[in-house]
């Protein structure tokens, strides 16, 4: 399986724009082992890689990954980096969603877009959004990143109008539900045209906002 | 039955300052015409009334309602103004919520409560809001309704110190969930110290107030 | 309420790019006349317009809407014909998801966005969907609009590199659960990149495309 | 962010009178200890600490700590110890709520408000709650901590005529649903006016109870 | 299918002690006829008999059938009046509980069993149980209706030292989650050896306590 | 609490025929050795208490419980051998559900109730109940413990005459839901007057019997 | 797409060996006639056809059908009646069930494959379950159809080596929870090999035995 | 119970044609150790037998045991290899799955069926499934194992005649709810026939698939 996972990444790179993403939750040591070493030249992105996986690995291969610990995202190999005028912001809402939102800003840095990260301007202190918002606004996609009530996709949809894609983080307990209370929330938010993607996905959305930027095919 | 109802109504007003509210829905013609009938001078917080039902009931008892048909609510028998300062503000997020905050506000009245209202401030229009926040947050209470994202207590919270009692309204479809994702939301706000009450319980939400504003008992 | 309603249009279309929509669902036609009569010489997109609530309406307001019933959606006053090439796809499984696509259809031609319309391309068929793929796939935006399974995103978020954006729908009994099953199937997508707006939500499609399209604001 | 954090405590406190307090849940040592060393001569409230994580902290920090394992909770710096009249009551059905009721109590006394503390009043043994109601309902406001089938705010919502915030808790197993149950059966009480706060949120309630006694701002 | 459910009517008596009752809710007016003309001299119990099906029955089948509106429930053909001592005690919550409690009355009459009916003693007010208790808990078996918190199973089973059966009911609106709540909170009821039927289900409770006091068979 | 948690036990006895049960998942072995410690020449009833946990109580107070691993049950000191003939029989599905039905047998033993066990009848190997049903059916009540669908109750339920006491189990995956499918279809099975306890609570089905056996009191 | 839909009829027989066919649920009379009389010589088949929606079709188009309403079916055109011998039963547990059994027998009897009906054989009655098995297990093929606890497939499975193709409905209220307490019991199901189709789905169920019937193709 | 178990085999075998599967999750060493020392010559198919816990047996039994980790399955005792052409092709969506699937395999291959397995054929690269289509088509049967949107089995059946028995998976985390998304997706595909069983049941799928090749009984 390895081997064809790692052959697909030319030809779906020349389809969607994508390399094939090595999802590593759940994979042992030599199960990653053996798809970095067959990676050769080729870069790749590691996303869900914890700690310790990381530092199970051997020193050679650890060498060429540019690991990253809050987000538990790597880059193999040759990566370079973004360059531009940052097209897309990504705004947190609580420090907790900040392993989610680094994500995001890992997955569109694989792909040399530059984001602007602003952090900790959740709805309950209103005013450390505001002082924010004219800078966020300009962006052309806002990723808004937020667990609890996700109040923050809504205030910022009802400010800004770019495309607005909100990220539901799992933070907290009880009514929480696992995340599912902010997901329904983000998906009824009464600002117009709020998009969602799945509970702590900062790689999807980073993924969708490289789609949108980049339009259709041929 | 009937007889017992309207016999515990002193007791219950003795012991928490609450009469026994009637919920109409659900309640025949023939059954509300017995109840109010034996009501005789005492009066009556009639709750969940539609227009339908008010108007087939007989005309002399119809008289002898104060009804009000955006909250479906009734006072039967003589119910004296409110008097005094507010000190209860009731804000509401959409028009569509407004069958709700109406419905506290006329609990509130039939007890004597003066509350200022405040509509159509949810957060997608966020200067709205602020236009009137120094005057909302005067308030020992506010009533925060709201439906969908539930965003308006979280924002509300962070910027009044008062009690903010949020009732979560049933309005819309989908991943509203007829009301769950506005209470699941408000229970997780992450202002401090808010209070949620039950869907579209514009009753239960007045109810709290009062209690909070007199306080325990002897 | 009405009247702030309208008033708000001016600044809601400067900030965000979207005039106030009126969801007529549960609105009396009373309250809808009002809404028309104070609008003027205003043009308004009116959603969830059911046939009988349109045909209750006076005459002289009548002939001022332009009103398609399968969306159940019409436009009021003046609205310019959309111009210039396509840059949004709009794309449908089942003959009963054809109400919610419309409905994005017509939200882009109130505000002059052409779009592709390809209907009836469920993947249980899908020699049908690889007819026109290759039609689809050139668009910026893809609407996606199925029910059931929700396969049709996937297949599609495969083959084309545009923002894809799923709009669950409610067709179906039993384990649909009302058209969740096709949101959180959306929501899991293995094509990455996908994102999600509420079940049959096919304006708030429509506004999200719109944002993508015009981009961050200053 | 760390820095941010204890820099807003000013501001909040000033704002709704509460200091933002630390959530030591999924924090690590050396992000704890970040905290703290930087708190200064400030003091802090510190929520969800395990006995584990306080042990693990440097003894100069643990010194500057008051500890209280049972409700995971700690004082840093220096607080005043709680002065005047209980205004506030908490009443705890069984002995496994107590780590959330004692939660409420430590809050309440972190910022000097007294309580009175109930426990083992559980319902299913009537008369040791009947012992004690003529001086719980004394008080102004009644925190009911309760899991299960929730049943004791209702019997003291019909008993006493403040303000009474029930805290459903996760204790249990099976049809318990992790507190879901005692949630829900806490919101439709079927005495009028109690308000609810999220599963095991003794923290919420006590803050809850201090702003419904400080009332609105100016 | 009707001859068969006839038919098998007294191998079910002999073996189980029950007759087959007929649901007649979803059954056409000429589906029920079919089944009475067949029942012959043979009596029946009849359940979920709205009015308007029980009116719209020929007059010959009515005269033979005693039908009672509130628990929508009807006995076909001769049925003795219950005799002996009552030792059932069937306790009511609130007064729209009454029609579930009633059909566990009509049940129990059908088999000749008296029972002890006790309405309206929700816990909210809880003097009024505490008038009745003694007389209640004399009973073996106690049927207890309640839905919302469904807190009066819990009660009484630390009061009384017989069989509790709880019947959650789906009385209410949000919250209630169509009965569920009550369902779940009898299930966890923290007073030991508390049993429950399903949402509503009058006949079910009555069913089984016929089985409690009948015991075993050869 | 410890303390009185352990007066309270007579007075329980004397009115509901119980002691206090105590539940020791959750507690310490500290905590458990004090209630052990003061309950003196008190017998107690352990249930969920690991292997783990009562080795690691010290050897004076392990010699004088008698532990029973598979139902993770414990008397503590002096408990009679039940005498008399069995009305009670407990009747089991799979063998890991013998747990839970253990659990029953246990505290019935502890009131010096017999009982009849079966063990694997399970309806998917139907003759392996037929074989034992005449003798099962002769007791007074039944104790039906059954995970997955919870087929046994139903089947049983058509075949005996006594009371049918289900017990869901939360044995398996996936479509069990943590037996709540079980407990689901339970409650609403198709034979007449099956009641239901909470899953896995063999102690509560075991309390069930035992109020059924003893009937009301004085 | 009326068109579309009639064209495709051919290439879907060719490929799967199903017509595609029509759900009438939800379509307007205008609508079903217009499909009618584009079909021409062409057989369809007709779901959830109901009686008035049958009736309100002109007279020339009904005269072409062949209706059963119980399970509200309709054979348009010519359709051959069913030869050779059964290889499927269907296996029905409750008389309200039938509506679903005889959507399956319908659709067999469409593509010509007789069945053999067995209904009312719930395991609430064993017995007449065992009467009729020997002749049930003969058979390739049982669809079982069964609502509430949907204890008979795992009956069946249990006896018969046959392929078991469950078929939950929703028969019922309270816990039946619209028919996913049978879905998932039988998703559960102990004896090893049984399929599920969705709630109330007859027509999916003899879809699925056709497939099993025929096997691949080429 | 171990007697009893494996006694009951050949009955099973010669009524049903399968042997009983010993679910090794949650049983402990020493039961598994006396389940094998019993069996004696018979084979066993051991399902969910971790690589501890297989490492863990004593090495006698172990070396009769053909033991494959990623199924976590085992054969214990002579199991003749499958022979004859494959009927039945297994399908997998992603690599994840493959645990599954090889589940599903390993039954097979127990019970002597030779089967195509076909990985990594998700439709988000839909050209994987293209090429090996008409390869899997020819198979009379076709498990489909996937997870997340469950998109295959629909495309599939919209390809295949054969019966398409789909296996929902648990990976992934958020809207995936532990597999119940593929689940539901998968019970409302829109291609006609598809049936499920329980999610991560790859033993349950492959019973099936033999019951459908061999048919009824005698």
């Known amino acids: ?8 990444d030319h030809e779906r790179r020349a389809r969607l724009g994508f390399d094939e ?6 994979k042992s040591t030599a199960h990653l082992r053996k798809i970095l070493e067959r990676a050769g030249a080729d870069s790749l992105l590691l996303t869900r890689l914890e700690a310790e996986a990381f530092e199970s690995l051997p020193t050679a291969l650890k060498s060429r990954i540019d690991y990253e610990p809050l987000s538990r995202s ?3 190999g040759h990566v370079g980096a973004p360059t531009g005028t940052a097209e897309i912001a990504i705004v947190t809402a609580g420090t907790s969603d900040i392993r989610v ?9 694989y792909y ?3 984001a602007l990260e602003v952090s900790d301007v959740g709805v309950a202190g209103l005013w450390r959004l505001m002082e924010r918002i004219d800078e966020i606004k300009r962006h052309k996609i806002i990723i808004a990143v937020a667990g609890m009530d996700a109040a923050l996709p809504s205030v910022i949809g009802g400010l800004a109008p770019g ?3 909100a990220v539901p983080t799992s933070t907290g307990y009880g009514a929480v539900r696992g995340g599912e209370t902010a997901l329904f929330s983000s998906l009824v938010s009464c600002a117009p045209g709020i998009v969602v993607v799945n509970i702590d996905n900062g790689y999807g959305a980073a993924c969708a906002a490289l789609r949108a930027l980049r339009g259709g095919g041929t």
């Open 101 to 109: 939102s680094r994500e995001a800003a890992r997955t569109l840095a």
């Open 74 to 76: 790597g880059f193999f």
């Open 163 to 165: 495309l607005i894609i």
């Open 112 to 114: 040399g877009a530059p």
């Open 21 to 26: 993403a090595i999802l590593c939750a759940g």
């Open 1 to 8: 399986m390895v081997e064809r996972d790692i052959k697909l």
